[in-house]
């Protein structure tokens, strides 16, 4: 099989991890082992694409630290394609499939009621060649920023001295996480960056190969897993796609925060989902949303936004004003752009990167052939690591026509199973967005409200609160009912074989107070509990896609 470091893309699994503030080691993960573990790893964003026994894997990687301490390792089955991605889309991609939240308000309060402007509820519920030592390194090739090495052993114990003597940590537990793979026959793809290589160059790897089910190895993730980490995954595909051997939840949305929008809902709404999944056993997956309408050309980063600041850029014929109008984009990733710089024209010792910003600061550290030299060199960087990457990850997409957002989230000791999926084409989609209805009455001087579900809760119609006094404003009110609501099995065909389904009462919420909730459950206050890396409201503001500057 022909390896190049840019090969065509067909799948994607996204992975990423992020870092705990304050740590001062080196923090590098994209599931499963990193260099100087123990490591919290806060979350994983998966995506699947699956043609037949197709899959392919696109994997981003986040990473704080050394560039030298980076390292990275994943099992594989056979031997992958390889080739990396843009964090472009990533961004794009959780932004545009997000559930939203809307809650329709019907009728007003009593007037007496309207001095109070965040009125919170505080209320009462009712309801290549041998690697010695039994190891055999299958190939060694440069991918993108990345040295890889592709082994493979018989050996669990073995193939753990190998990966810990090459620099790959793996902890007490290498060993014992190791093995089920290398039992399974699986491959290990092992990675590092390239001498010339910092951490601003590091890029998704995307990997293809094949296997019967899209399956996510979690239980190499146990050597590195926060308390109740988010797992995100997409799967592209021709039907609905479905957890295996996981249940699939539906969780109860009478806890949610419908009441500050649609952003705090989302918030909520991860809190929510991991108190589910603790109800239903840890392991099993909820789907923000299943269908055949999303557009990618719509939603996801664009290649012509990089080609276009491209020829913008080249027009600029000072060398020095080419640089600084580069460093000072906001087109280009600026981890990426910075990476570049301090490859191809690195700066005096002890010089500050603000130099790149200033054209007469640039003049002044560089000579006109310096600067001339390394112009030629940034774009040629530009174009092989920033825009090819994109449309990689690009193509993952092409002719795709199901999409499936799944969530969970996973402690350490809840994985124990890898997560297998596959596509169920009997199944009906869920929409992305999730509605309710207020409704809001003075009657004798006194507000009363109440709370129906409505479209993609899969409670339409629905009344699930009544409440008395100021309805909630900002938090949510404090709801005695359990979090999960339906959990089943779901196969390859046929409808889902129910193993839990609960009624509740409709919730009888008393009294209202301008101090706030008692917001004690997860999934109910401004930000709800658990959630994992992505429900932590670390949400980009600004830039969500490719931005065009204003010229």
Same mark, same amino acid.
């Given at each position: 099989?022909?390896?190049?470091? #840019?090969?065509?893309?067909?799948? #994607? ?25 123990? *490591? ?7 995506? %699947?694409?699956? $043609? ?17 301490? %980076? ?19 990533? &961004? ?57 090495? *592709?082994? !493979? ?78 797992? /995100?995954?997409?799967? =592209? ?22 009441? !500050?929008?649609?952003? +705090? ?6 809190? =929510? ?71 191809? /024209?690195?700066?005096? $010792?002890?010089?500050?990167? %603000? ?9 002044? !550290?560089? &000579?006109?052939?310096? /600067? ?35 969530? &969970?989230?996973? !402690? ?9 999926? #596959? ?36 409670? +339409? ?29 779901? $196969? ?8 839990? =389904? ?16 008692? +917001? ?32």
């Amino acid at each position: 099989m022909n390896r190049k470091s #840019s090969l065509p893309v067909v799948l #994607s699994f996204t992975m990423f991890a992020m870092s705990l503030s304050g740590v001062s080691r080196a923090i590098a993960c994209g599931g499963f082992f990193c260099q100087l573990v123990p *490591i919290d790893q806060a979350g994983e964003q998966i995506v %699947f694409r699956v $043609d037949g026994n197709d899959v392919t894997a696109m994997v981003l990687i986040q990473y704080v630290g050394d560039a030298q301490d %980076f390292s990275w390792v994943v099992p594989v089955p056979g031997i992958p394609e390889l080739s990396v991605g843009s964090d472009a889309v990533f &961004t794009a991609l959780e932004s545009s499939t997000r559930p939203q939240f809307v809650l329709e308000t019907i009728g007003q309060r009593c007037p007496s009621d309207e001095d109070v402007f965040f009125g919170g509820n505080s209320s009462d519920s009712a309801e290549d060649g041998a690697g010695g030592d039994g190891v055999n390194v299958v190939e060694r090739l440069a991918v993108g920023p990345f040295d890889v090495e *592709i082994v !493979s052993s018989d050996d669990a114990a073995a193939l753990t001295t190998w990966l810990n003597s090459n620099g790959y940590d793996l902890t007490d537990r290498g060993e014992e996480l190791i093995e089920p793979y290398v039992t399974e026959g699986m491959n290990f793809v092992a990675l590092k960056l390239q001498q010339n290589q910092g951490v601003g160059d590091i890029e998704p790897l995307i990997m293809k190969y094949q296997t019967e089910n899209a399956t996510i190895p979690i239980r190499l993730t146990a050597v590195a897993a926060q308390e109740d980490m988010g797992v /995100l995954v997409w799967l =592209l595909g021709q039907a609905r796609a479905v957890p295996l051997n996981y249940l699939h939840v539906t969780p109860n949305y009478t806890r949610l925060n419908w009441y !500050s929008g649609t952003f +705090n809902a989302y918030a909520s709404y991860q809190g =929510l989902i991991t108190a589910a999944m603790d109800e239903a056993g840890g392991q099993g997956f909820a789907t923000d949303y299943a269908g055949a309408d999303y557009d990618a050309d719509a939603s996801l980063p664009l290649v012509a936004s990089y080609t276009d600041e491209l020829v913008f850029l080249a027009n600029i014929d000072d060398d020095a004003e080419f640089i600084a109008d580069l460093s000072n984009t906001f087109v280009f990733p600026q981890d990426k752009v910075l990476a570049i710089l301090g490859r191809e /024209l690195p700066l005096p $010792d002890g010089e500050d990167v %603000f130099i790149y910003n200033v054209p007469e600061l640039l003049n002044e !550290s560089f &000579t006109e052939e310096e /600067l001339a030299d390394a112009r030629a060199k940034i774009i040629v960087q530009i174009n092989e690591t920033i825009v090819t990457p994109l449309e990689e990850a690009l193509a993952v997409f092409d002719g795709m026509p199901y999409m499936t957002r799944m969530y &969970t989230t996973l !402690s350490a000791d809840e994985m124990t199973l890898d997560p297998s999926f #596959s596509f169920n084409p009997d199944l009906d989609g869920q929409p992305l967005i999730r509605q309710a209805t207020m409704n809001v009455d003075c009657n004798f001087g006194a507000t009363s409200w109440t709370l129906t579900l409505g479209e993609g809760t899969d409670r +339409n119609g629905e009344l699930v609160i009544n409440g008395s006094g100021d309805p909630p404003g900002f938090s949510a009110p404090t709801i005695d009912q359990e979090s999960m609501w339906r959990s089943e099995r779901v $196969d390859t065909s046929g409808p889902p074989e129910v193993e839990t =389904l609960r009624t509740f009462g409709v919730a009888r919420v008393i009294g209202a107070d301008s101090g706030g909730s008692d +917001n004690t459950a997860c999934g109910v206050g401004l930000f709800g509990c658990g959630g994992g890396a992505v429900g932590t409201l670390v949400i980009t503001m600004f830039g969500l896609g490719l931005l065009k500057r204003r010229r």
